[in-house]
């Protein structure tokens, strides 16, 4: 009835609009035109949003008034590689002390309204869910038009979130120093592009780092662009790593991934003397905190299995082969501290944090809460808080504490040649570099051999029979 209404209203307006003149054929097409048009017009009005937006003016005065604030509709995004030459271009690298680091950087954090903001205030959501920056900061930052909401400049914190609101906060970026040791191309071809992963570099984009990851240093020094990755390796794991020329190619080796037709070999150097017998371990794994990146053997964990080969012991530690047939985080690592032979030098499994026995046979004796905060501590009191996949915020929060930083006269103002935000804390702090050593983990992943390929990458030194114990890192 109502679009009959309408129908009927809208052409009796439309009619008077045409001239004794037209022909009826000519009239009749115009007319069924025009009545197609006003239709669609007054239920757009009636049943939703128009499709054009009222003008910048009008909605600064809506918002003014308070009537009703415009919320745009969210822009499509592109499905494929998101990575581009303008988002390479927005820093670059330097090398010092035999470490790689980036200038920095200004940065563009986005996101659209998530479903549990809608209808809370931009101040609850700073208060609540971005906590990395005290409050003050946030408004210290809207004054200078840094936080824009739907590409206005955002005057009062206050306002009120709506569903499709789109979120930008401009920031003064530092990323952590990361080995210098180049990445070596292992093997390429018209479908895949495969590497030799130096430890302490994450695979893409995560956290703190951006430009000090794989994917942009491929891109930005070997042209090696829009690639999709296959698999991963964890940040402080070394060894091959495979990546996809087409979305074709890495769908196909995913399939083989899932069905588990890829067989994996990894070797480390663990504690103590392992077994000389093949080892199985299939105990379930369990994430303790994807924000601090902690897992540990839990009966409700995930099913999962890995075989270990003994190759050599030297009298402390021992060098294994590790054949994961599942692909859990962390897994290798957690079953080592299970075993009671954690990897040498694991900034996280073979630490104190886990009590007198690390986490052998699953022994703890300490709730996850516990356990996270005695991690991020004992790092803490190390200088050592760049081991830890975690985000400032991450460490503010585990230990309760306003300020973690520390000054060392041996550190270095990340880029000292560059100028300093006044807003950023990070360009006042003098943080204390690791050394290359400290950014190696005895992990590497050694082959990758799936249907159609096979990749090696050569022993790492310190696997080797020959290799001469580090005295320093004996823990």
């Not at 895949?192 to 930005?220: A, E, Q, Y």
Request: include cysteine; charge should be neutral.
């Amino acid at each position: 009835m109502i679009f009959l209404l309408l129908t009927y209203l809208a052409g009796q307006t439309l009619w008077d609009k045409f001239t004794p003149s037209e022909s009826l054929d000519t009239t009749g097409e115009r007319f069924l035109r025009l009545l197609a048009d006003a239709t669609a017009s007054e239920l757009g009005r009636e049943g939703g949003e128009r499709e054009d937006a009222p003008p910048a003016a009008k909605r600064r005065r809506l918002q003014a008034s308070g009537v009703e604030r415009f919320v745009p509709p969210p822009r499509k995004r592109n499905p494929g590689v998101s990575f581009s030459e303008a988002h390479f271009a927005e820093t670059s690298y330097y090398f010092e002390g035999g470490l790689r680091k980036v200038r920095p950087y200004y940065f563009d954090f986005q996101t659209y309204c998530k479903g549990r903001w809608v209808g809370k205030s931009l101040l609850h959501v700073f208060a609540s869910e971005f906590r990395s920056h005290p409050l003050a900061y946030y408004r210290v930052a809207a004054r200078a038009g840094r936080l824009r909401l739907n590409e206005e400049p955002v005057r009062d914190l206050d306002i009120v979130l709506k569903n499709n609101d789109f979120l930008r906060n401009t920031a003064h970026r530092h990323e952590p120093p990361v080995t210098a040791q180049p990445i070596q191309v292992l093997a390429e071809n018209d479908e895949m592009v495969v590497v030799d992963k130096p430890s302490s570099l994450p695979v893409h984009p995560c956290g703190r780092f951006r430009h000090n990851t794989v994917i942009f240093i491929l891109g930005k020094e070997h042209n090696l662009k829009e690639l999709h990755t296959i698999h991963r390796l964890d940040r402080m794991t070394s060894g091959v790593l495979m990546f996809a020329k087409t979305l074709e190619v890495s769908k196909r080796i995913d399939e083989q991934v899932r069905q588990r037709q890829l067989e994996k070999e990894y070797v480390c150097r663990v504690l103590g003397e392992f077994p000389e017998n093949e080892v199985i371990c299939e105990e379930p794994i369990l994430v303790v905190s994807y924000k601090v990146g902690v897992c540990r053997v839990d009966p409700k964990g995930k099913s999962c299995k890995t075989v270990f080969q003994r190759l050599s012991y030297n009298g402390k530690t021992s060098v294994v082969k590790c054949f994961p047939h599942t692909g859990r985080t962390h897994q290798i690592r957690v079953h080592l501290q299970f075993l009671g032979h954690p990897i040498v030098n694991d900034p996280i499994y073979n630490m104190e944090a886990w009590g007198p026995a690390k986490g052998k046979g699953g022994k703890i004796d300490k709730t996850d809460e516990e356990l996270l905060k005695a991690l991020v501590e004992e790092h803490n009191a190390k200088l050592s808080f760049d081991m830890l996949d975690i985000s400032e915020e991450g460490l503010k929060l585990s230990t309760g504490s306003k300020d973690q930083d520390k000054a060392s006269p041996s550190g270095t103002l990340d880029g000292d040649m560059e100028e300093k935000d006044p807003l950023c804390a990070e360009c006042k702090i003098i943080r204390q570099d690791p050394s290359p050593k400290e950014l190696v983990m005895y992990l590497h992943a050694l082959r990758y051999k799936g249907a159609e390929f096979e990749y090696c990458s050569k022993m790492p030194d310190w696997a080797l029979e020959d290799w001469e114990e580090c005295q320093e890192l004996m823990l």
